[in-house]
């Protein structure tokens, strides 16, 4: 799926991953860390009422070269893009949201990569929610702390995993998946209704997420939290005329709607 203009060099400079990367899943583990710290998930284009392309080149062009983000398609296409640089066999697979009030189709995409015979759930693309390391699939029914978050992959069917998240002291169950394999226009329809419907998140309000080693920086339509190294909570509402500059200053994005 590596896209005509991909070129690991600018990817790893993008991410800020410095050194020599290979098929390893340290590789792996460091890949996925540096593009979360560095690459927001956002939903800008969407916003601005565009649906965002599934276009290999153009995803490419979009994060490498023009340093933007992306949600779940774009951000997860292109850590697949390094991916198959390095030679790490991976499938993308259909997940169906569970953050929400009614059961939702399957919109969301993730990653299964394969090293040495493990599979590893890995996913940049889930914001403020998601996971912030590889997650080994024989990981099961145990607490799999990353950092400022809390993780258990649990099978609810034969083939159905199930990924929750500790909040407030009870597990909540962010998303299910199997291990059907899809391919990146298999989200063309998806892509199209998070981007068009009303009902959806990404059309109601600007999301915008960028994961640090201690937390996370979030913009939620008005609101706008962070959490510094040092563990100080900023929480307060934004004003649209605040928006472009606290993108620019807190998420490293030059966007104007």
């Avoid at 607490?143 to 258990?152: A, S």
Wanted: with cysteine; proline share 5%.
């Amino acid at each position: 799926m590596n896209a005509a203009n991909f070129d690991l060099s600018s990817y790893l400079s993008r991410i800020g991953f410095n050194g020599n990367p290979v098929g390893d899943f340290e590789t792996l583990k460091r890949l996925m860390r540096c593009q979360l710290f560095s690459v927001p998930f956002e939903n800008l284009d969407v916003q601005a009422g565009q649906v965002p392309s599934l276009v290999p080149e153009e995803i490419c062009d979009k994060i490498v070269k023009r340093r933007r983000g992306g949600y779940c398609y774009e951000v997860n296409a292109i850590f697949a893009m390094a991916l198959e640089a390095l030679g790490i066999p991976y499938r993308f697979v259909a997940a169906r949201p569970m953050t929400y009030a009614v059961r939702r189709p399957k919109t969301h995409m993730a990653i299964i990569a394969s090293i040495d015979g493990a599979e590893w759930l890995c996913d940049l693309g889930f914001g403020s929610y998601g996971i912030r390391e590889p997650i080994n699939l024989e990981w099961l029914d145990r607490q799999i702390v990353q950092e400022c978050d809390t993780f258990r992959l649990t099978m609810v069917s034969e083939r159905d995993y199930r990924l929750q998240s500790m909040s407030d002291g009870e597990w909540k169950a962010l998303y299910e998946f199997n291990l059907c394999p899809q391919e990146l226009v298999d989200f063309e329809p998806a892509n199209w209704l998070n981007a068009t419907h009303p009902d959806s998140i990404f059309v109601q309000a600007p999301i915008v997420v960028l994961q640090h080693a201690s937390g996370k920086t979030v913009l939620s339509g008005e609101r706008f939290r962070a959490v510094s190294e040092e563990g100080q909570v900023e929480e307060r509402r934004v004003g649209e005329n605040e928006i472009e500059e606290l993108l620019r200053a807190r998420f490293g994005l030059d966007w104007h709607p």
